[in-house]
């Protein structure tokens, strides 16, 4: 999975890599979710739908789930209903599919 940055301010708007993941439903959970919470950071009281999205392709990150094919999550797919929609925090939290959070999740399941 990769996170790109949309001010095109990394090399290749590349920020970062994220691995680790268990499976694609993960992994896609994991982008949706930051992505969502990209464009909730790109909102502002007042702005139109539009107008979110033309701040979030400005500072936003985007995600893409690598190597997956049709199967993966594409913010394409979604962008306008999340403007359109305001997420509520579970929505926006990747970091419950971030792989590389640690602790001993799995030792208490």
């Known amino acids: 999975m990769r996170i790109l940055d949309l001010s095109g301010g990394a ?3 590349i920020v970062e890599e994220v691995g680790g993941f268990p499976d694609l439903i993960q992994a896609n959970a994991f982008a949706r979710a930051y992505v969502r ?3 909730e950071r790109c909102r502002m009281p007042g702005l139109s ?3 979110i999205l033309k701040a979030w392709f400005s500072f936003g990150e985007d995600a893409e789930v690598l190597e997956s094919g049709d199967q993966g999550w594409r913010s394409a797919n979604e962008l306008d ?3 359109a ?3 509520s925090p ?3 939290d990747w970091r419950a ?3 590389r959070r640690g602790g001993d999740e799995e030792d208490e399941a």
């Open 11 to 13: 090399e290749d708007n």
């Open 37 to 39: 919470d990209s464009i």
């Open 49 to 51: 739908a539009a107008d």
């Open 81 to 83: 209903d999340f403007a």
């Open 85 to 87: 929609h305001a997420a």
């Open 90 to 92: 579970m929505e926006r």
């Open 97 to 99: 599919f971030d792989p």
